[in-house]
């Protein structure tokens, strides 16, 4: 029995390489018996969703399979492959970056973050509701990983200081006068019956914000991944959706970019955001909204606590020039992102250089303003600038960023993940298998797209509990693009939902890096995380197919089915 136990110990030890070698042995039959462009490339592909699932090998270093296994099957050309990782949604993504690194790196984001918790009190529901609206803005712009890092320390330390003040016996009695008559009435000069009060006291207050600790930590990661799917650069997911939608229908009008993305995601973000603060609250705070959202003055616990964040922002001190800088940038990239092409008027691009949009794409924009962040200085050039950790005299103050921060900050695998998702949608084409997968599905035409919508979104969002939603995204988006074709109706209906629906992980720890810090921030057990990610996910999905079917609907015509998408071929 030992010897049994240590060989699937060392098995298990070694899954990663077994899965890597083993993998392609068992699917080798799938080319060798069909030996069709269609088989091959089918071959690839189940190589590449295994060992993404799996996370075997990197994620980035599967993303490359296509550059190898392509060519060398004769789907296509070596050099047709390679030009598929550089595409415009690659430049979106980058400068994107560039601008979430220089808010980070001057500590913008937490000033902002501050400031509006300051705005909003310090009640436990007012709480909640003030660091999910700031986790869910902050992570339209930066990383959902980092939002959530930066946003759960702050929660706990005000947390902590609540705890700390109602602990306090004058305290807790003084904020409530019914508990100081009933200490009075059932006081007894006996010490051990005193002890007894007391100590069923501090298991009434431990047991609650033991309750408001795991509430706040999972409004934190949810806000934060709930808020990526606002704008195009939010998560990576809506960034593939946009690449694919050039790359499989290249005469489309534009109809994915920042703006038309926003006018629907942002809609739907804020009606998740609301359901989820339902929900949260009444899972971990009950639902007396009288008693959450308090009457009255502030108490001392309250007034505690709301210290600790005003210390907070103090540290922070006054805004430098550096900040301002970004700031500015900031706003000016946003504001020339919503006017490039907003879809019912000629946006500036058309107006100041008389092309068509496609010519200054969102990409164009975000590279220009993130160019900025190398050319601005970080202070005004004058005065003294201090001291290098050499003991070397600053003759001229830095830029805004430097290369370094940048390389050290940038998570360069991304930008392969998004090539390797571009790449795997050019095989496919190429090699008719999307065609196939197509006219396999040609039976769903008889279902209602609603209703297909609403079961692929409920597809996606099971899978990206296992899986990265990159990998989701970048696997499922050619199938349902190619299905959308052979069924006539718009691709949009439901590549759009489903992308959308990749980013609702909610249910377990390992789904996303937000769960993973909030579970272990939180004292979460995957149980809670398991009840409140199940009702979420569900919510998500139904806020997301009510979006498509109403609003959504209305901007995208998603009615017809558009003659741009009544194509079988790519154009290089």
């Not at 690659?90 to 220089?102: D, K, R, S, T």
């Not at 310090?122 to 930066?150: E, K």
């Not at 919503?338 to 008389?354: C, D, Q, S, Y």
């Not at 830095?398 to 991304?414: D, G, S």
Request: hydrophobic content about 50%; overall charge neutral.
């Amino acid at each position: 029995m030992n010897n049994w136990k240590k060989v699937l110990q060392c098995l298990w030890y070694h899954r990663n390489y077994i899965i890597i070698v083993v993998t392609p042995i068992a699917f080798l039959p799938l080319p060798l018996i069909s030996p069709t462009s269609e088989a091959r490339c089918g071959y690839a592909i189940i190589l590449m969703a295994l060992y993404w699932c799996t996370e075997c090998m990197p994620l980035a270093v599967t993303a490359l399979l296509p550059v190898v296994l392509f060519p060398m099957m004769g789907i296509m050309k070596g050099g047709d492959v390679d030009i598929e990782y550089l595409k415009d949604s690659n430049m979106l993504f980058v400068g994107g970056l560039l601008v979430a690194i220089a808010v980070e790196h001057w500590n913008l984001h937490k000033r902002i973050a501050l400031r509006v918790l300051l705005l909003v009190g310090v009640r436990p529901a007012l709480l909640m509701i003030g660091f999910m609206i700031v986790s869910s803005f902050l992570s339209m712009w930066i990383s959902n990983t980092a939002t959530t890092a930066m946003m759960l320390p702050i929660a706990h330390a005000v947390l902590q200081q609540l705890k700390s003040t109602e602990t306090k016996v004058d305290g807790f009695l003084e904020e409530n006068p019914s508990h100081n008559l009933c200490f009075l009435l059932c006081w007894d000069p006996d010490e051990h019956e005193q002890t007894d009060f007391e100590e069923s006291r501090r298991k009434a207050i431990e047991v609650k914000y033991d309750l408001l600790t795991k509430g706040m930590s999972l409004s934190v990661c949810y806000s934060a991944s709930i808020g990526g799917t606002a704008t195009l650069t939010g998560t990576t997911p809506n960034l593939i959706l946009k690449g694919q939608m050039d790359r499989l229908f290249p005469e489309n009008p534009d109809v994915i970019n920042f703006a038309t993305w926003f006018g629907f995601a942002f809609p739907n973000m804020l009606l998740m955001l609301v359901l989820t603060w339902f929900w949260l609250q009444l899972m971990f705070l009950g639902f007396n909204l009288k008693k959450a959202f308090g009457c009255g003055e502030k108490n001392d616990r309250d007034r505690e606590a709301y210290a600790v964040m005003k210390e907070e922002y103090r540290k922070l001190g006054s805004m430098r020039f550096a900040e301002v800088a970004v700031l500015t940038i900031f706003v000016l990239l946003v504001l020339l992102w919503f006017t490039r092409e907003p879809g019912f008027i000629p946006g500036w691009a058309t107006v100041l250089f008389n092309k068509e949009a496609a010519f200054v794409t969102d990409g164009t924009v975000a590279i220009l303003m993130s160019m900025l962040f190398f050319v601005i200085p970080s202070q005004l050039p004058f005065g003294n600038y201090g001291y290098t950790d050499e003991g070397k005299k600053i003759k001229a103050p830095p830029a805004l960023l430097t290369w370094q921060v940048v390389h050290e900050r940038m998570p360069w695998n991304i930008v392969l993940l998004l090539g390797g998702g571009f790449a795997l949608a050019a095989g496919s084409e190429a090699s008719h298998l999307s065609e196939w997968l197509g006219e396999s599905l040609s039976p769903l035409q008889k279902i209602p797209p609603f209703a297909i919508s609403l079961v692929l979104s409920l597809l996606i969002a099971t899978f990206t509990e296992c899986s990265s939603n990159t990998a989701t995204t970048t696997l499922f988006l050619p199938i349902l693009a190619s299905m959308a074709q052979n069924i006539k109706i718009h691709p949009l209906y439901v590549m759009l939902p489903c992308t959308i629906a990749s980013s609702l992980a909610f249910m377990l720890p390992v789904a996303t890096p937000p769960n993973a810090i909030a579970f272990s921030y939180g004292n979460l057990k995957v149980i809670d995380m398991v009840k409140a990610g199940f009702m979420l996910n569900i919510i998500g999905i139904l806020c997301i197919n009510l979006g498509i079917n109403t609003w959504g609907k209305a901007m995208f015509d998603l009615g017809t089915f558009p003659d741009w998408a009544n194509t079988t071929t790519v154009k290089p």
